[in-house]
């Protein structure tokens, strides 16, 4: 432990603020699974947007989720603030940003959280700190908080928990399919994921889709013709979607939430990383990491979770695709091959069957 530790009463009330995208608050669970360790009868809530509280759902570490919009009116955030003010022991700010920090310094009686070296004013108001903007993976950001609070790392992704409804279910063995990241920039081919879909039918399992309620005409168009694909895009809530990627057989998508929990879910999990580095967001796996992710390589492997790239000189730029805005290509994904993918696979699927055999 790099800090002595933070004292707080067994009984303590800790709020964290995660005002961020689905995967990143994701990647804050370790951090809240190491508060919840040290501090077990303390009661934990979490502050998120609404649209990504759901990643939340069924944590057992957590007693509360309190949301509010992404894009809040003043009188929301007044409203909000208001209804925080100094209401807990200890405000925990998961971002350097302005909105996350005034909320921590708001909230808590203490408050912890990451600021920019330069940042002299953040770093006096908060009780504690820590540098933000180190080239760190997201989950080592988290864990460095504890750090600063004395507390020890629980290095743990904690999936969403809850049962799949019966008309979800899938009795043959599958693999899932996420093929629909948020931003174009961070997307396969078309080419690729139907030759990946048509490849795990042969290899007898049935293929499961997922996606989000925005997905559904790239989906439409991506499928259309493939009847053997199952498609419950837009059907599943955030513990659903857990526990069906926790069955599957193998999961392989992009750099997007879905892959980020299929990770943390344990199961066999190929990642399609194409501008972002790895090395600070690569999925963590369900066991930990040792090793850090490399920042290129044409297939890398940490525990459950295989990494493909298209290593290209320029790789990884951290930038939005080769033309600089969301909606651009990305030139390594683009000239990324179906059988480098499929080798990824095979390897993903030759490790599940060594670890369910008898």
């Known amino acids: 432990m790099s800090a002595p530790p933070f004292m707080l009463a067994p009984r303590a009330r800790i709020l964290v603020v995660a005002l961020r995208r689905l995967g990143d608050v994701l990647l804050t669970t370790p951090l809240i699974r190491s508060l919840r360790r040290a501090w077990p009868d303390a009661t934990i809530e979490v502050l998120a947007f609404a ?3 759901g990643i939340l759902d069924g944590n057992p570490d957590i007693d509360r989720v309190l949301t509010m919009p992404a894009r809040p009116r003043f009188g929301q955030s007044l409203g909000c603030a208001g209804r ?12 350097s940003g302005d909105r996350p920090t005034f909320f921590a310094l708001l909230a808590g009686r203490r408050h912890i959280g990451p600021t920019w070296p330069g940042n002299r004013i953040k ?3 908060l009780g504690r700190s820590v540098a933000a903007g180190e080239g760190v993976h997201r989950v080592e950001e988290m864990l460095r908080i504890a750090d600063a609070l004395g507390i020890a790392r629980v290095a743990e992704v904690v999936a969403p928990a809850g049962a799949l409804a019966p008309e979800h279910a899938v009795a043959a063995p599958y693999a899932v399919i996420h093929a629909s990241p948020m931003f174009r920039y961070k997307q396969w081919t078309r080419e690729g994921w139907r ?8 290899r007898g399992l049935a293929v499961v889709a997922t996606g989000g309620p925005a997905d559904g005409g790239y989906l439409d168009a991506l499928w259309r013709d493939l009847p053997a694909v199952r498609r419950l895009d837009a059907r599943l809530s955030w513990p659903e979607i ?6 599957a057989r193998v999961y392989v998508g992009p750099d997007t939430s879905v892959t980020h929990l299929a990770a943390a879910s344990g199961c ?6 194409g501008p972002t580095d790895p090395r600070l967001w690569g999925p963590w796996p369900a066991q930990g990491m040792d090793t850090p992710w490399a920042a290129s390589g044409t ?18 730029c951290q930038q939005e695709g080769c033309d600089r805005h969301l909606t651009s290509r990305a030139q390594c994904l683009d000239e990324l091959t179906s059988q480098q993918v499929l080798t990824a696979v095979g390897q993903a699927l030759a490790r599940q069957s060594e670890m369910v055999a008898p």
């Open 299 to 316: 297939i890398q492997r940490r525990g459950n979770v295989w990494l493909v790239q298209n290593p290209l000189p320029c790789l990884p």
């Open 51 to 53: 649209d990504t509280a």
């Open 195 to 202: 030759a990946l879909a048509q490849a795990l039918t042969q």
């Open 242 to 247: 857990a526990t069906l990627l926790a069955q």
């Open 84 to 95: 925080l003010f100094k209401r807990y022991d200890l405000a925990v700010s998961t971002q």
């Open 123 to 125: 770093r006096a108001l």
């Open 268 to 273: 066999p999990t190929v990642a399609l990383f």
